[in-house]
Every structure is written in structure tokens, then in C-alpha cells.
């Protein structure tokens, strides 16, 4: 009776330990899932030349909701999307790459336009699983995450959250160009499920500029006697003068005058000194008759063409003292032209 007890258990344990050993079922896909293909379409984009540009910003993103994603995989967003698997979640940028910090916390993808980056970014900082979850990382490679701090290894697309495509400047732009359609990057996991394709289209970046015509602008201005100032404030009727500049229609320029201030009006000018100058007067700039403060930016109107644009502006004296006495009232001004 004993030998038979024995031999019993030993057929038990040897049917037990001849089954196959699927403690871990194979990492696949769940819920009839299969790989997806995800084209990000950024819109053209028309950026500034201006070399005072110089960032950091976003310049324009597009994003792809967790449903849309879910639906390219052929799939509820609410539903797993793979089981049984064990690794990590990987996005990998198929651009190039470098090392970088942008306001989502990753690296950079070149686009082949000094200054001008892509990134990816999913869900969010502050809420969802996945927290920082980018492409390319702060290193500029692959971004990884264990599955296992991810919903319990098994999230749906409801949980993983909408993926964006951002551009991004880092500096000045000084040139245009296309960043061209293509593959961008791939979500895996580890094990060897290949999750999502990611494609752009391309990108047409198109370039504003605006320069300076008139350098050197000589405003000659007429003689006035002294008994044409009686009181301070008084002033002289204005002589005109232009601006010009070659820009891009669709420019918005500005332009800002420099130089050194009379006493405390900010809207006035002093002229020269030395032998020979006169005093008791500067110089005052306008624009559409108002006066232009130092150092503050006039801002033009819109260019509706692609040409030379000249900029109407106009000079007058003012008095400044009590006292004037004559001699040579030239002044020394600067002026900047920007745009955006």
C-alpha cells in the first residue's frame, strides 16, 4: 500500500512538472490590436527674421488625441493595448538628435534649420501615468520607462494620453527652408512589440525680412532767426523726411531713434555742442505729427507688398530755455529698424 502511495505521487508530480512552464504569458497585443502608422502634420509656418528674435519659444505644435491614436492600432482608446509583456515602453526620435531641456523636458530633433527644433511629448507633467513622457530624452536619445509603473503594465490609450508634435526655436532664425516629410519616431516595447509608427509631413518655414534702404538719412533742416522762439515749448514748423526699407509683404516694422536727450522730455532731442552751437533748442522727430519718444519703438503699418517702403517721419526745433543764442543746431540721431 505504501509503494503505491509513493508511486502515485511520484506520477502526480511528474504529470505536474511535464507542463509546459507559462507562468508569463508572451508579450502580444491585446484586444486585437495591431501596429499603427500616425502621420503629424504641422501647419506652415511663417516666422520672423528679426535677429533681436531670439527665443526660446514655441512656435507652433500639433497634437494627435489618445483616440485617434487608439483607432490607428484599431482599438478602443479604453481598452489594454498588448499583454503579457514584461520591458520597458521605448520612444525612439528617427530624426537626428541632440541633447537639449525644453519646456516639456526633452532633447531635440534637428530640422536642418539653425535654431529650429522638433520634440514629442505625451499626456502631461502634472497629471496622467506617464508624466514626462518624451521623445527624444534630455540626452537626446531614446526615452524608456518600465511597463511596470505604467498602469499596471497593461495601459489603454486613455491612460498613455494625446501625443504632440512641437517646434520649437532655440535662438535666432537667419534662413527659411522645408523640413521634409518622413519617418519621426517609433513606440515599441521592449520585448518586441512594435506599437506605433510616427510620420510627419512636411513643413514649408518661410522666412520674413526687412532692411534698411536709407542708412544715412541728411534732413536739412532751414535757418530760423532767434526771435522765432519767445517762449519754452515753442517750436518751428516741421521739414520731412523718409525711412526707407526693402521687406517682405506682411512685415510689421518698427523703428526706434537714439540719441541724446534734452534735459528731462523724453520726446526731445539735443543738438550738438561745441564751438559754435547754438542753445536753448533741440530737435524733435514725428511721426504722423506726434512726437517721437527716445528709445521707444514706432510701430509701422503692416507691408501689403514685397518692395521698398519708404516710412514718413518729419523734424522740428523746439525751445528748451529761456535764453536762446545762435549758432549751428545739428544733432546726431540713430535710428533701428526691427520687425516681426
Keep these: 500500500m505504501t509503494k503505491m502511495k509513493v508511486l502515485a505521487l511520484a506520477?502526480?508530480?511528474?504529470?505536474?512538472?511535464?507542463?509546459?512552464?507559462?507562468?508569463?504569458?508572451?508579450?502580444?497585443?491585446?484586444?486585437?490590436?495591431?501596429?499603427?502608422?500616425?502621420?503629424?502634420?504641422?501647419?506652415?509656418?511663417?516666422?520672423?527674421?528679426?535677429?533681436?528674435?531670439?527665443?526660446?519659444?514655441?512656435?507652433?505644435?500639433?497634437?494627435?488625441?489618445?483616440?485617434?491614436?487608439?483607432?490607428?492600432?484599431?482599438?478602443?482608446?479604453?481598452?489594454?493595448?498588448?499583454?503579457?509583456?514584461?520591458?520597458?515602453?521605448?520612444?525612439?526620435?528617427?530624426?537626428?538628435?541632440?541633447?537639449?531641456?525644453?519646456?516639456?523636458?526633452?532633447?531635440?530633433m534637428t530640422t536642418g534649420i539653425d535654431n529650429l527644433y522638433l520634440y514629442m511629448y505625451a499626456g502631461s507633467q502634472t497629471t496622467g501615468n506617464f508624466g514626462a513622457f518624451v521623445t527624444p530624452g534630455?540626452?537626446?536619445?531614446?526615452?524608456?520607462?518600465?511597463?511596470?509603473?505604467?498602469?499596471?503594465s497593461v495601459p489603454p490609450w486613455?491612460?498613455?494620453?494625446?501625443?504632440?508634435?512641437?517646434?520649437?526655436?532655440?535662438?535666432?532664425?537667419?534662413?527659411?527652408?522645408?523640413?521634409?516629410?518622413?519617418?519621426l519616431a517609433e513606440l515599441k516595447v521592449s520585448d518586441g512589440l512594435q506599437v506605433m509608427n510616427m510620420t510627419m509631413s512636411a513643413v514649408t518655414v518661410n522666412v520674413l525680412a526687412c532692411s534698411i534702404t536709407t542708412p544715412t538719412v541728411n534732413v536739412q533742416m532751414p535757418s530760423f532767426y532767434r526771435s522765432s522762439f519767445t517762449a519754452v515749448g515753442n517750436t518751428t514748423p516741421a521739414t520731412d523726411f523718409k525711412i526707407g526699407a526693402n521687406c517682405d509683404s506682411g512685415v510689421i516694422p518698427t523703428i526706434t531713434f537714439s540719441g541724446q536727450g534734452s534735459g528731462t522730455a523724453t520726446d526731445t532731442f539735443a543738438i550738438n555742442s561745441g564751438s559754435g552751437a547754438a542753445s536753448g533748442v533741440g530737435i524733435q522727430l514725428l511721426y504722423g505729427g506726434t512726437p517721437?519718444?527716445?528709445?521707444?519703438?514706432?510701430?509701422?503699418?503692416?507691408?501689403?507688398?514685397?518692395?521698398?517702403?519708404?516710412?514718413?517721419?518729419?523734424a522740428r526745433y523746439i525751445q528748451t530755455a529761456s535764453d536762446v543764442t545762435s549758432g549751428n543746431a545739428d544733432a546726431t540721431i540713430t535710428f533701428t529698424l526691427q520687425y516681426k
Excluded at 158 to 182: C, E, F, K, N, W
Excluded at 292 to 314: H, L
Design 11 to 108: 506520477i502526480a508530480a511528474l504529470a505536474w512538472t511535464g507542463l509546459p512552464h507559462d507562468a508569463h504569458a508572451a508579450c502580444a497585443f491585446a484586444n486585437g490590436a495591431t501596429t499603427g502608422t500616425m502621420n503629424f502634420a504641422l501647419p506652415a509656418l511663417t516666422q520672423s527674421l528679426n535677429p533681436s528674435d531670439t527665443g526660446p519659444r514655441l512656435l507652433t505644435s500639433v497634437t494627435v488625441p489618445a483616440a485617434t491614436l487608439a483607432s490607428a492600432m484599431g482599438i478602443s482608446s479604453t481598452v489594454a493595448v498588448w499583454k503579457g509583456c514584461t520591458g520597458n515602453l521605448v520612444w525612439t526620435p528617427l530624426l537626428p538628435a541632440i541633447a537639449g531641456n525644453s519646456p516639456n523636458y526633452s532633447g531635440y
Design 138 to 152: 534630455t540626452e537626446g536619445s531614446s526615452w524608456s520607462r518600465a511597463l511596470s509603473t505604467i498602469h499596471a
Design 158 to 183: 486613455s491612460i498613455m494620453g494625446d501625443m504632440v508634435l512641437a517646434l520649437y526655436q532655440t535662438g535666432p532664425i537667419r534662413q527659411g527652408g522645408i523640413i521634409p516629410a518622413g519617418p
Design 292 to 314: 517721437v519718444n527716445q528709445n521707444e519703438a514706432v510701430v509701422m503699418n503692416t507691408t501689403t507688398a514685397t518692395g521698398v517702403t519708404e516710412f514718413p517721419f518729419s
